[in-house]
């Protein structure tokens, strides 16, 4: 019955791999984790449905979760892309690009950011930077109002 289980997995698999889905990475998935259990198991032949679709609702919810935070992962990333040009307030202070903790931490529509300056200067917490770019998560700035009246 192991070998059945097998081949469906890589049909599965070979399907999956056509159009990614995580219903069918959930069936593939399924289908070889129950060849394991019926080839270490083989008496097990009615119970063997019932382990599949065990493995189905956790691999299906487990795939469908890891997605959800990827995908929000790029919309963030693509959302960081309207972020230059913008201002925002320096919430903890930003050192010299060049020091060991140059990196600080700027406001923007309610949401913390890492940054640091992009002109090698200290910015003091409550100045206004304007956002020049990004690496990865980090946003270059550069000093607008240093929080000096």
């Not at 399924?30 to 083989?42: D, E, L, Q, T, V």
């Not at 959302?79 to 020091?99: C, M």
């Not at 992009?118 to 930077?129: L, M, Q, R, Y």
């Not at 990865?136 to 240093?146: A, E, L, P, R, S």
């Amino acid at each position: 019955m192991y070998i059945i289980w097998t081949i469906l997995g890589i049909l599965f698999l070979l399907w999956e791999m056509k159009k990614t889905n995580p219903i069918k990475l959930s069936l593939a998935a399924s289908c070889m984790f129950c060849a394991i259990f019926a080839y270490k198991m083989p008496e097990n032949i009615y119970f063997q449905p019932l382990v599949f679709l065990g493995l189905f609702a956790v691999f299906t919810l487990l795939i469908k979760t890891v997605l959800k935070r990827e995908q929000k992962e790029i919309l963030k990333e693509k959302n960081l892309k309207e972020y230059i040009g913008r201002f925002a307030k320096v919430k903890k202070d930003i050192g010299k690009t060049l020091s060991i903790d140059g990196i600080g931490q700027i406001i923007l529509d309610n949401q913390l950011w890492s940054a640091k300056s992009v002109d090698d200067k200290e910015i003091k917490a409550g100045s206004t930077v304007e956002i020049v770019s990004k690496e990865n998560k980090i946003m270059n700035v550069k000093v607008i109002d240093n929080g000096k009246n």
